[in-house]
């Protein structure tokens, strides 16, 4: 299965909102200009993608984005050969074409893809700075302007889905988090258009239910959870209903479960 990239962000394009917490903008950037491979640690929905789009944006670099998932192949990544106009041509993939021509190409949740694309990843991410296409014969050498940032969230993952020790090593790594009340509250506010005091009462819930994480949750609500559930709100949804569909039913299936969550959004809102 082929996967197209991203288009480029244009170089005069405003950078996408995103809030800095503390100095991954500077570490992002000293790390595309020391030309370090960059690997992202973090939970669902805490703001990996956005970062890195905003720092391609502010960079004026073209970014090629790819959803890692069970089905992905280095093949995927580095091209194929494609029967176009009655001819057999070599198409190149979203990691070739950031090698051959600049640009930060970004691998979403790169533990999910199968395990050949380690081996293609390895040349990348020491001094070499290679990529070999054996069916070309090809062998690219990196630009100075090229980067790759990789992300995982490594509190879902099982021990059957994790970065191997040898690969990890080979990247520069931050770890992310759900920001601090008093800015995800401003985020919320912002990406949403709900005013900030409305905002304070749904990161308030959400810090609840985060504690429900590792209990009745496998995964805490996301702040881009809480973004859809402002806009809703701010729609003109009502409050319990927008909750619902946003803060419980992404969550979880189990009736118990759902239950529980509605309870905390009750006692929250009334």
Known sequence: MAVSPLAATPREQEPPFYQ???????????????????????????????????????????????ACHDDLT?????????????????????????????????????????KDVSVVLHPLTDDRRLLP????????????????????NPGYQHILKSLKPSTRQRFVAM??????????RDIVARESGLPAERCAALVNLAASLRAMKGQDLEEGVSTRLLVYCATLIQGGMPVLEAARATLVEPLSDDADVQEGLMEAIRATFG
């Open 74 to 114: 280095a093949a995927d990544l580095t091209g194929r050969y494609l029967l176009q106009g009655g001819e057999t041509r070599w198409v190149d993939g979203p990691l070739t074409r950031a090698v051959r021509e600049g640009g930060i190409c970004y691998l979403d949740e790169v533990v999910e893809a199968r």
């Open 20 to 66: 800095s917490v503390g100095n991954e903008c500077t570490m992002f950037e000293q790390a595309f200009r020391q030309r370090l491979p960059l690997l992202l640690k973090g939970p669902t929905g805490c703001g990996k993608t956005r970062f890195v789009s905003h720092m391609a944006a502010r960079l004026g670099k073209p970014l090629y984005t790819v």
């Open 133 to 152: 296409l054996e069916r070309t014969g090809e062998l690219l050498e990196a630009p100075d302007d090229f980067m790759l940032v990789v992300s995982y």
């Open 175 to 184: 770890s992310f988090d759900f920001p601090p009340p008093g800015v995800e």
